[in-house]
């Protein structure tokens, strides 16, 4: 997989655009700043808006070409990220260290999956939160439609609810729900598609 995104990022164009996720924007926002962690960042849209708004932010990502963009477009903001590259269990995190933990379209390979969510759970402080958005098993009806909307083509990487209920259910969801959305994303999400988004707290 590193391959694949490294030659999806080596170009100047943000393929998914520089400004940041629409439903994290939207509830991101209404939180004090503290320290958060963005798992499978790319090009660090979302990352630099959290600097922006004072947060202190670190960012992962498999991808070498997507840490040059994201720290490209952290200069044109003027922010810090402390943005790493390697696979999670290996980025040198502690149980503890995060007052928030944002996956945004984070679709870990499935022989992981649950494991890396488990470890990024053991990251956040108490209280801490985690913002997600990803693309349900309903996309693949979207994709057939129209593969610009984008997101993973196997299957198996999609979410279902019944899938994040059971990685995510030591949380206490403060929303979660499944929504057909209109994308626009840079040209790697345009168009209509199925998402599960969620707002969790540890208890």
């Known amino acids: 997989m590193k391959e694949f995104w490294n030659e999806r990022y080596n170009s100047e164009e943000y393929v998914y655009g520089e400004v940041p996720n629409e439903y994290f924007h939207s509830r991101f926002t209404q939180f004090d700043p ?12 979302n990352a630099v808006f ?14 070498i070409e997507a840490k040059k963009k994201a720290e490209r477009l952290a200069k044109k903001h003027k922010v810090e990220l402390d943005y790493r590259v390697g696979e999670l269990p290996d980025l040198g995190f502690e149980k503890g260290d995060f007052d928030a933990i ?18 990024l759970i053991s990251y956040l402080r108490r209280d801490g939160l985690i913002f997600f958005e990803g693309f349900s098993k309903k996309h693949k009806i979207y994709q057939d439609k129209n593969p ?6 196997d ?6 609810m019944e899938e994040i209920k059971e990685d995510f259910g030591s949380l206490n969801f403060l929303e979660l729900y499944e929504a057909e959305v209109d994308l626009k994303e840079g040209k790697g999400h345009d168009g ?4 599960i988004r969620f707002v969790a707290q540890k208890k």
């Not at 320290?35 to 660090?44: K, N, Q, R, S």
């Not at 945004?104 to 890396?116: D, G, L, M, Q, T």
């Open 102 to 119: 944002a996956l945004i379209y984070a679709h870990f390979p499935v022989e992981v999956r649950k494991k890396y969510h488990e470890l």
């Open 148 to 153: 610009g909307v984008g997101g993973p083509k």
């Open 34 to 45: 503290g320290e958060i962690l963005f798992a499978a960042e790319g090009e660090g849209r």
């Open 50 to 63: 959290a600097a922006k708004c004072d947060w202190k932010v670190t960012a992962f990502d498999v991808s």
């Open 192 to 195: 209509l598609g199925a998402v």
């Open 155 to 160: 299957e198996a990487l999609l979410f279902s």
